[in-house]
C-alpha cells in the first residue's frame, strides 16, 4: 500500500506544482512556490489519509502536518503578499539562460520531489494498519510540539522585529539569541518527530530519509547558507555570529 500511496501522491504533487508553475509565469512571481511548498505538504497528508484506514495516530500525524503546511503558508503568504519577487528568485530571473523552462525543472519540480522526499513519514504513517508502540508515537509527538513551538515563536519575534528595525540591524533577542537560524532548527526537529511517528506505526526505519532530507536542506542548502551569505558583509552579524550558534540553540553567551 506504500507505493501505491507514494504514486499517487506524486501524480498529485506533479499536478499541483506544475500549476503553482503556470500561476508564477504569469504573474512573474516565482516567489509563490514558497507559500505553495506548506499547501503541498497538506496535499500529501490529506490524499494519503483519505486512501488509509483513519486510525487515531494517523488523524493525529496528519492534523500535526496540516497544521504545520497551514501555519507556514500564511505566515510566508503575509510576508510576500504586495512585495517584490523574493532576491534570491530575482537574482536567477537576471542570471538563468532559459529562465522559464530551468524554473521549471530547478525550482517547481525539484521543490515537488524535495516534498516527497520529506513528507515519507506521514504518507508510510497513513499506509499503515495498526500502532505498534504507542509510548513512540506520543515521543514524537512531544519532539514535534517542540519544533513547532520553536519555529512559531521565533518567527513571530522575528516579524515583530522587523516592523521597527533601522538599517544593518539583525535580531539578537529572543531565540534568536541562542541560534542565528531557530526557526529552521525547530523545523528540522518537528519532522524528526513526525518519523518517529511513523515508526510508531511499524514504518520501515528507511524513512529516516523525510527528516534527514528537511534537515540537510535547511542547513546545508537553501536555508542558513542563502541568509549567512546574505549578511555577511554586515558588521552587527559578524559579532553576532561570534557568539552565537549558527544552527542549533546553546546558551554560549
Known sequence: MFFETLLQSSVIIFLYMTGIFIIAQIIKN????DV????GFIIIALSSYWASEQLFHQTLTTALVCLWG???AVHIGKRNIGKPEDWRYANWRKTWKHFTLR???QVFMLQGFLMLVVALPII?????RTLEYPLLMWGGLVLWTTGWLFESIADYQLKNFVKTKKEGEIMTTGLWKYSRHPNYFGEAVLWWGIFLMALSAGSHPAVVIGPLTITLLVRYVSGVPLLEEKYKNNKAFQKYAKKTPIFTPWPLS
Do not use: D, E, P
Open 30 to 33: 516565482n516567489s509563490i512556490v
Open 36 to 39: 505553495g511548498w506548506g499547501l
Open 70 to 72: 497551514l501555519r507556514l
Open 103 to 105: 524554473s521549471f525543472f
Open 124 to 128: 508510510a504513517t497513513n499506509s499503515s
